[in-house]
């Protein structure tokens, strides 16, 4: 079975027919809108050649008797508070039905939360946090109104997924609704979308996958679902590491990008299995000066340092990824503990320099202390335990400055050896 065989094997599995993906599939969303409800409203994202694919939404819509009530703007990068209490706002106007979303993953999310204010009123911090939803729906006695969520870009898997990340823009801090009620129902992607999509958004998009799948891998560890977190990872990892490079050399690589759809689509399987941690809580305070994706890629590789005594089965896996694409030399499998998460570190720092990432925050315009300072405090937020609780070594309150300020340290400078793991943290 061909590795593009077993990554839909493992979507099948995790989404039955719910998922409609792959290249040319857009034109089938009326058939799936036209079973949940006669009166949608769409919203969506723009970018280059978006017109056509709305048109293309809307003739499908059209043809199965699906009345089109609206076509309206959605999210700005990042999911902002105000353009969720917008996307409410007019969701409450136009009192749809069905809800399409049509974007990446700042639209999808942001429509996300505003189906839940518009279904169950309150404001957005009511809902933040793992679980809320669910519990307002089942006191109210409610439903939310059915989301059809089609994506545009390969990376965040927020057509897939429970999350939905929302930012405050005074703050420049982002915070995360957790709850499986926000599951859109009818997930779509045509991964065709993606062939026009400029190289540097792949990247950013495919490098969110790949650290899904790794974050997973170390949230997992030791616990019940790493069979399965590890099987995804291994099949998730092996088309990103192996097509990345060849989607951004060769733009006109389609099956380079379509690799990178089911990768990164493998991402949001993961994230349904395991919960991510240090890295993606890291990158929540850095919205104003890296793209999500970069800032993952950042971090992930200090943070293995960091977690090594615990996790080296899954750093076997990952060393043994990256060494069958020629990303680091010598042998791995002697090695344990830190030493081991310093080859997996040099591994993910190799293939970010090969495509041109950075690989320090000290390298990134408009990085100062107080981004640190900004990381450590969100680290101590209840409204963002979730990710502190997926650790893979067990970390309190109380360790965040001493121990959590040494990989950001770290990440500042690319010195590996600045990083102190906690005493008697190995599984």
Known sequence: MTVFAEAEKLLKRFKG?????????LARIGEVASSSGKRALLFRGT????????????????????????????????SPRGDVNRIMEDIKINDPVLIISFGGGSTIDAVKASIVLASLGGEIDDYIGMGKVS???????????????????????AHLTKYSNITDMDTLQ????????????FPFFDYSMTYD??????????LDGLFHLIEVLYSTEGRPGFNLAFDIAAIGMDLIIKYLPAAMEAPDDHRAREGLCLGADLGGYAIMTGGTNGGHLTSFSLVDILSHGRACAIMN??????????????????????????????????????ALGIYAAEAMISFARSIGFPTTLGEIEGFTKNH??????????????????NMPVPMTVDMIDRFMGKVLESAASGKLDIIENIPDSAA
């Open 372 to 389: 640190i300072d900004r990381a450590l405090k969100a680290a101590r937020d209840p409204e963002l335990s979730s990710k502190l609780q």
């Open 47 to 78: 970018f280059p050649g978006s017109d056509g694919y709305v048109k293309e939404i809307a003739k499908s819509l059209e043809k199965h008797g699906v009345e089109l009530i609206g076509i309206l703007k959605g999210a700005r990068p990042n």
């Open 17 to 25: 027919s719910t998922y409609t993906f792959g290249p040319g599939v």
């Open 197 to 206: 999509t400029p190289s540097n958004i792949i990247a950013d998009g495919a």
């Open 135 to 157: 519990k307002v729906l089942k006191r109210q006695g409610s439903k939310l109104i059915p989301h059809i969520a089609s994506q545009t870009l390969a990376g965040s898997s």
């Open 301 to 338: 590789p200090y943070y293995a340092v960091f977690f090594a005594p615990a996790i080296e089965r899954s750093l076997k896996l990952i060393c043994s990824v990256f060494s069958k694409y020629g990303y680091v030399k010598n042998s791995f499998k002697r090695l344990s503990g830190r």
């Open 174 to 185: 982002k915070k995360l609704i957790i709850d499986d009620a926000i599951v859109p129902a």
